[in-house]
């Protein structure tokens, strides 16, 4: 078992990946992926390794006939044809020295070390030396790789899930190896600057949270993917490698928006789906005549509120302030009548695991401008994911609306603009302010 651990670090893994038009070394069946990699590594010592380095370099495992075909290139040699495949993952041989080597390869290696044992010459016999005292204290010398303790099978297999490109485990954020559901606090009109991303042209907002959530770009490689950014125009989709810092800049793009992975912890409340959206504003607050439900002082992050509301019934929104750490819980959902523009501090996030079976969401969408008394479900990262969709405009009965809720500004009306943005103003003063404007980003996590 210890062997196969060691195995398992001499390979890269490309998921759902197969080779074909071409013959393998061999083909086993009814095994595991772990020993198909041992006996990889086996064939490996059978080569000349100055010539021909190991006769196998890769290993493709068929899942649903748990068999394995070895061969001795990694798909790239003329005519294999290297594709992507469900139900197949590909294991690309990366070393063949120490542990990786094949018993061969250790054989001769012994063999040489014996040899220059027996051809050392004699040596010149000490003449007035003084004697090399020991020291009085025992120096313990520490191998340069200690044995691995023995592993579990499934703790195996989960190694193998878990290697990236370049055969280390993957990041903290690799939620789905966790158990634990994919979320992102979703910055509407936003775009991150950052150098380590990656660029893929023609994918949608949901594809492109797909990636990051599987820590996978469409080009079949592992990134340690710390947030996405997209852009409608061209369906531009960018992986970040690492986490922003405490403080976010974000510039703003029409059409775009920049979304940061958070684990969702375990919860007593809503249904977190996989990827889900936790929408974000920044600058912005609750009316003071909102009440909240709950409020927590010293919070860390905006991610350690957000836990606190997910163990509320009836938590759909949070305040989160900045400096003090003050964390608010409220009822009321993420729409205009209840929010101000304020200071930097302030941000408000959206409980995106409220919805629930038979759960009314009060939605104002059609083009009367009616209230619906259904369940509205948008497509997750759709193209208008984050862009205002509710309108008050010719409620006919805002005041029961209002009343019903005990929070927001009977005055606030409204107003769209040629491109349908909603924007926002108080009768008297004559100030209009766009939704969704950006800011600088609190801290999202512990970092």
């Known amino acids: 078992m210890e062997i196969k651990a060691l195995h398992a670090r001499c390979f890269q893994k490309l998921e759902r990946h197969s080779i074909d038009n071409s013959q393998p070394l061999t083909e086993i069946f009814r095994t595991h992926p772990l020993d198909c990699l041992s006996q990889c590594v086996a064939h490996t010592g059978n080569g000349d390794e100055q010539k021909n380095p190991g006769l196998c370099r890769s290993v493709v495992y068929d899942h649903l006939q748990h068999s394995c075909r070895l061969y001795s290139h990694d798909g790239k040699d003329i005519p294999a044809i290297l594709h992507p495949a469900n139900g197949f993952d590909l294991y690309r041989r990366t070393a063949s020295t120490q542990e990786c080597a094949g018993p061969l390869q250790r054989l001769r290696a012994s063999l040489q070390a014996k040899k220059k044992v027996l051809a050392a010459p004699s040596l010149p016999k000490e003449v007035d030396e003084p004697p090399i005292l020991e020291p009085t204290t025992q120096l313990t010398i520490q191998p340069v790789q200690e044995e691995e303790k023995a592993l579990e099978e499934h703790e195996l297999a989960s190694l193998l899930d878990q ?119 920044l600058q912005q607050r609750f009316q003071p005549r909102c009440i909240p439900i709950g409020v927590f002082d010293a919070i860390q992050n905006l991610s350690e509120c957000m836990g606190l509301c ?96 005990g929070c927001g500004d009977g005055n606030l009306i409204k107003g769209r603009t040629k491109n349908n943005k909603v924007l926002e103003g108080l009768k008297g003063n004559g100030k209009v302010q766009r939704e969704g404007s950006l800011g600088i980003a609190p801290s999202l996590r512990d970092t």
């Open 310 to 405: 997910l163990n509320q019934s009836e938590c759909h929104t949070i305040s989160f302030h900045t400096p003090t750490g003050q964390c608010l819980l409220h009822r009321e959902y993420l729409l205009p009548i209840y929010m101000e523009q304020t200071d930097v501090d302030w941000t408000l996030a959206a409980n995106g695991c409220v919805e629930k079976k038979g759960y009314q969401v009060p939605i104002v969408d059609n083009e009367e401008g009616e209230m619906e008394q259904k369940t509205k479900n948008y497509k997750l990262f759709s193209g208008g994911f984050g862009q205002q969709r509710i309108d008050l405009t010719n409620i006919n009965n805002k005041k029961e609306f209002l009343k019903s809720t």
């Open 163 to 281: 290697l990236d490109v370049s055969g280390y485990v993957s990041n903290e954020l690799d939620c789905i190896a966790k158990g634990k559901p994919t979320g992102f606090f979703v910055f509407p009109a936003g775009q991150r600057e950052d150098e380590r991303v990656e660029e893929f042209p023609g994918w949608s907002q949901r594809e492109c949270a797909n990636f990051c959530a599987e820590n996978e770009g469409p080009d079949g490689l592992k990134y340690n993917c710390a947030g996405f950014s997209h852009v409608l125009g061209g369906g531009k989709c960018y992986l970040h490698r690492e986490a922003s810092d405490i403080e976010m800049k974000l510039q703003q793009v029409d059409g775009g928006l920049y979304a940061e992975k958070w684990c969702i912890p375990a919860h007593r409340f809503g249904a977190c789906r996989e990827a889900t959206p936790f929408d974000v504003r």
